[in-house]
């Protein structure tokens, strides 16, 4: 991977060292780089950890994902990446394998890979689009133009520098540094309360689970008497292990005290015991993250930042898929940018800047809001029970809420189609 050293110190000017630079180097933010050094404007991203390094995620990909994958032309026959052919659902004692839909906007298959391989993949290619990656640079605050208030630039330490603050300037920033995003902090955008978040943790086991052709689904998660809202999950990962975790929705009055990795220990000592799922077989511990979802962190641009992927809570909430949504707002914001750079005076393209937060809404926000609106009913314990009592015995109810809770549909499409995207669109962003 590319690797730069350079940099100034605090308040030292000089020349642009990028005509925008993405902070963090995760899906989001390799996407965006990729396409803006595909277009020819100089890119450099900050990434604070070296790769190859750990994220909470299950490591399965839909095909929404897919489709930003094979637009960014990453070989996906290359040794490592296990397809799928859809959902097993699992609850109410019933078991329902679902393929994924066949439609023209989207392949027809998933895909599972581990994120330390997968954010690898996502920034080399980035490097191979023309960006510079830099590898264990922390940025630690902004750098503001007095004069307008606009970000120009983000100050950083090298974590191989004896810990002196560099400076590095640009005409633009983006923001994919993730949930936490420190730097939209800085630039006094917080959470919004009325969002909802999630909870997800995994752990990887030995098992011959490994090698499955389906992602693996299970809507019943008990704590004591209580049904949860969430759900437990399978992934074969290829290589002799599962991606075995579970996520979990703020919306419940027991979120706030539940012990997630005793409750993911608890989930898998009621799995059979020819699967492996026991401490001595596990590869790793178990990890936590937070899932910031429905556009919980706005506006997407402010003042010479753009926030993509986490950073602006772009995950799904019905089914709390991310990668597919960094990768979708990285591409959109690099074509944005691309267009107000340019432009020929800062107010030309302060103009286009500002139509990417009500891109993103038309594009995103009614869905999102019926999530919001989802995730509500499915945090009342008698409302989860109801709906998979009553809704799992009936494929073609399934077959439906497949594409509701992913996403996937086409334009024209069949009817199920059609009444996904017109829920979508009268539905009111917000």
């Known amino acids: 991977m590319s690797v730069r050293t350079s940099g100034r110190a605090p308040g ?8 925008v630079i ?31 390094r750990e994220k909470v995620c299950g490591d399965g990909l839909t095909p929404r994902a897919v489709k930003q994958l094979l637009a960014m032309g990453v070989d996906i026959n290359a040794p490592g990446w296990v397809r799928n052919r859809g959902l097993r659902v699992i609850g109410g004692g019933i078991r329902l394998e679902l393929d994924w839909p066949e439609l023209a906007s989207y392949p027809d298959f998933g895909l599972v890979r581990t994120r330390k391989d997968f954010d690898r993949i996502l920034a080399d290619h980035a490097v191979r689009g023309g960006a510079t990656v830099l590898q264990g640079v922390n940025v630690v605050g902004p750098v503001i133009d007095e004069r307008s208030g606009h970000i120009v630039g983000v100050r950083a330490r090298h974590d191989d520098g004896g810990g002196d603050e560099v400076v590095y300037r640009s005409r633009l920033v983006v923001a994919a540094d993730g949930n936490s995003s420190r730097l939209s902090i ?29 992602l693996e689904s299970w809507l019943e998660l008990w704590d004591g008497d209580e049904l949860l809202p969430g759900y437990g999950w399978i992934f074969g ?16 009055a027991a979120f706030q005290h539940i012990d997630y990795r005793d409750l993911l220990r608890r989930w898998v000592a009621t799995m059979p015991e020819e699967w492996g799922f026991v401490e001595e077989n596990m590869t790793g511990p178990i990890r936590g993250a937070a899932l910031p979802m429905g556009f919980n962190r706005q506006p997407h641009y402010t003042r010479g930042l753009v926030l993509v992927g986490d950073a602006g ?29 340019g432009r020929a005076t800062a107010a030309q393209r302060e103009r286009v800047l500002r139509t990417y937060p009500g891109i993103l809404k038309e594009m995103f926000g009614g869905y999102f ?24 015995p009936h494929p073609r109810v399934m077959r439906f809420l497949l594409k509701l809770l992913a996403n996937l549909t086409d334009r024209r499409g069949d009817a199920t189609d059609r009444i996904v995207n017109a829920l979508s669109k009268v539905t009111p962003p917000a």
């Open 12 to 19: 030292q000017r000089g020349e642009l060292d990028a005509d």
């Open 22 to 52: 993405v902070v963090g180097a995760g899906p989001a933010g390799s996407t965006t780089a990729y396409y803006l050094a595909r277009s020819g404007l100089t890119t450099l991203v900050l990434e604070k950890a070296r790769f190859p």
């Open 186 to 214: 800085a630039m006094g955008l917080h959470k919004r309360p009325d969002r909802p978040m999630g909870v997800a943790v995994r752990t990887y086991y030995t098992s011959p689970r490994h090698d499955d052709d389906y």
């Open 237 to 252: 990962v290829g290589d002799g292990t599962a991606n075995v975790g579970l996520g979990l929705l703020n919306t419940s």
């Open 313 to 341: 809570g772009m995950i799904n909430p019905f089914n709390g898929e991310g990668i597919a949504y960094a990768m979708e707002t990285g591409k959109i914001a690099a074509e944005v940018v691309v267009q107000a750079l």
């Open 369 to 392: 809001t019926l999530g919001r609106l989802f995730v509500q009913l499915i945090g009342r314990p008698g409302v989860m029970r109801f709906a998979t009592r009553h809704g799992l």
